[in-house]
Nanobody, 125 residues
């Protein structure tokens, strides 16, 4: 059974940085595409970052491009989301997600079938 556990959220001032982590159990991270979604209050969950199984292809939504960077450490079975230059509109619950099948590209929201419980990120002065 796939289990994803996010951590690293919190309160940060505008312009600040946070790094989210996603610990994966129940599967070998190196074989699967991974992604990040976020859901702001009153809005639907949105796909913001995707990473192919081999890390060669990465998708970033326009709203986060140039400020967010995703990476993974296969030895630790953990994925990361480095968030810089944070803005109040980045305030949301952030979810990591795993692809349905191995060796995928992870470039579309529909690629993902498993999500973590989410971690709250609040950007406010």
């Amino acid at each position: 059974q796939v289990q994803l556990i996010e951590s690293g959220g919190g309160l940060v001032q505008p312009g600040g940085s946070l790094r989210l982590s996603c610990a994966v159990s129940g599967r070998t991270l190196s074989r699967f595409a991974m992604g990040w979604f976020r859901q702001a209050p009153g809005e639907e969950r949105k796909f913001i970052v995707g990473m192919s199984w081999d890390d060669r292809r990465k998708y970033y939504a326009e709203s986060v491009k140039g400020r967010f960077t995703t990476s993974r450490d296969n030895a630790k079975n953990t994925m990361y989301l480095q968030m810089n230059s944070l803005k109040p509109e980045d305030t949301a619950v952030y979810y990591c997600a795993a692809d349905k099948t191995p060796y995928g590209l992870g470039q579309r929201a529909a690629d993902f079938a498993f999500w973590g419980q989410g971690t709250q990120v609040t950007v406010s002065s």
